[in-house]
């Protein structure tokens, strides 16, 4: 009786056992059947027909040169949208953190723009795209009597300027603890100078060292040769884009759009375009002002038949071209411009010069100074002056005139003579590099590096007085 009921027990307890195994077998099967049906649906949602992406204005996210829109996030993103055959609408947000209003209101569908991927952002949003590696390095200047430092314990003794209360800041302070002191640490208000500024001051030797971040540092390599940013002195942060976090099929869409384009040609010269090619002309310093006694060129009689349609004394015109060029007719610049003035090839198809011919240097010259008279015709209303409105020519002929009408427009708010360049629009120009200028309501067209419009136009008029003193008009 004890051996049949020890079956009966046997029994009941196998099929116990195997009712649960199917049970759990059933709800494994159901789950993965939910996971494929999920998986199959996020697979099948398509891109809209036009993707709306939030960025912010800044030297590497976005801007605008000589009319043009350009910037390392706004042309990976614009390819991403040519490659998926959709539209793209950029949207640029006040500030970091109405990227991620726009983001939850649904007005975007995507910020382009670094977030650092840590805890309290991926709450916010799902990582995609381009991962980058970021860490803050140490910016010295490549003199020819000085040895550069290669280990964060050689800064013990030195002077290191960085913004006042920022993470560099607050990074050196920590590291100057961890050295047991005597790193010599000046805060600079950044009301007076910006980090960009103290790159620029490192690199003409007017403070010995600073601390920025490595992809700024990169990118300001290419205006000044002779910094180092080799020295790495925090750890490693991470960032990219981001979307919202129910929508990871399209993470999934531009991750996988990211894995296979990244060894593109097209998506390597984005990359150096932005934190590799120089800006400098180093062709152009190189050659000669002049190239014989009462000749300045081999173009002269080119640039005396097309000066006089804008009433310029050619001597002028030819110092424009130097400055340009340095009377290379191939010369062609990072952002794309071409010929003896550089002409960007939107601007040359807009004043009649075809891409093919853009090269040739009468036709450089004749289409370089109809954009001029076009110039010249916009600022007259506000710039009365002929000699003073040179000034504000060369300017808009090398930034774009949207850059000069804000610089004009915040002279004027702050009570400066917006009719004069030096001393006056010249300054906002610079101040349009600014976080608190460029994000000013009165601002229409964003972050501008002015240093490189202000060189240009004092080396034009710098050149020109050269020839007037040497070369008969």
Not at 207 to 235: C, E, G, H, M, W
Not at 269 to 284: L, P, T
């Amino acid at each position: 009786m004890k051996k049949v009921n020890s079956n009966i027990n046997l029994i009941k307890s196998l099929t116990i056992s195997t009712l649960l195994l199917a049970l759990i077998l059933l709800v494994v099967q159901c789950n993965k059947v939910d996971r494929n049906q999920s998986s199959k649906q996020q697979s099948q949602l398509k891109l809209p027909d036009t993707l709306k992406v939030a960025t912010l204005y800044s030297p590497t996210s976005y801007f605008i040169y000589k009319e043009e829109p350009m910037g390392y996030e706004y042309e990976i993103i614009k390819q991403f949208t040519k490659d998926k055959g959709i539209e793209l609408k950029l949207i640029i947000a006040q500030n970091f953190n109405s990227l991620f209003e726009l983001l939850d209101s649904n007005y975007v569908d995507l910020i382009a723009y670094d977030i650092p991927i840590t805890a309290e952002y991926k709450s916010k949003i799902t990582p995609c795209g381009e991962e980058k590696i970021n860490y803050q390095v140490l910016v010295q200047s490549k003199n020819k009597n000085s040895t550069l430092i290669s280990d964060v314990t050689e800064l013990i003794d030195k002077q290191v300027y960085v913004e006042k209360n920022t993470k560099y800041q607050h990074r050196l302070e920590n590291l100057n603890k961890e050295l047991g002191g005597g790193v010599h640490i000046h805060p600079i208000d950044k009301d007076t100078l910006i980090t960009e500024d103290l790159i620029r001051m490192v690199a003409l030797n007017k403070i010995p060292l600073t601390i920025v971040d490595s992809d700024i540092a990169q990118l300001n390599r290419t205006y000044f040769k002779n910094i180092d940013i080799s020295l790495k002195v925090s750890l490693e942060q991470r960032s990219s884009w981001g979307v919202r976090n129910n929508q990871k099929w399209l993470a999934d869409s531009i991750n996988s759009w990211f894995k296979n384009t990244q060894k593109a040609n097209n998506y390597k010269d984005i990359h150096k375009r932005y934190f590799e090619i120089s800006k400098i002309n180093e062709r152009i310093e190189s050659n000669k002002i002049m190239i014989g006694k009462n000749k300045i060129s081999i173009y002269d009689n080119l640039f005396k038949k097309y000066a006089k349609k804008i009433g310029w004394d050619w001597r002028l015109l030819a110092a424009q071209a130097y400055t340009e060029s340095g009377f290379d007719t191939t010369a062609v610049s990072w952002a794309g411009a071409k010929g003896l003035m550089q002409l960007m090839p939107r601007t040359a198809t807009s004043f009649g010069l075809s891409i093919d011919k853009i090269s040739n240097p009468e036709l450089n010259i004749k289409a370089a100074v109809k954009a001029i008279k076009s110039i010249d015709n916009s600022l007259k209303a506000k710039i009365s002056d002929p000699t003073e409105r040179i000034k504000f020519i060369l300017a808009a002929y090398n930034s774009g005139i949207a850059h000069v009408y804000d610089a004009i427009a915040l002279a004027a708010k702050y009570g400066k003579n917006p009719n004069i360049w030096t001393d006056n629009v010249r300054e906002f120009i610079l101040l349009k590099s600014r976080p608190e200028y460029y994000n000013d309501p009165i601002v229409k067209y964003g972050y501008f590096r002015g240093n490189q419009t202000v060189e240009y136009v004092d080396k034009v008029l710098r050149v020109y007085k050269i020839y007037q003193e040497k070369i008969p008009k």
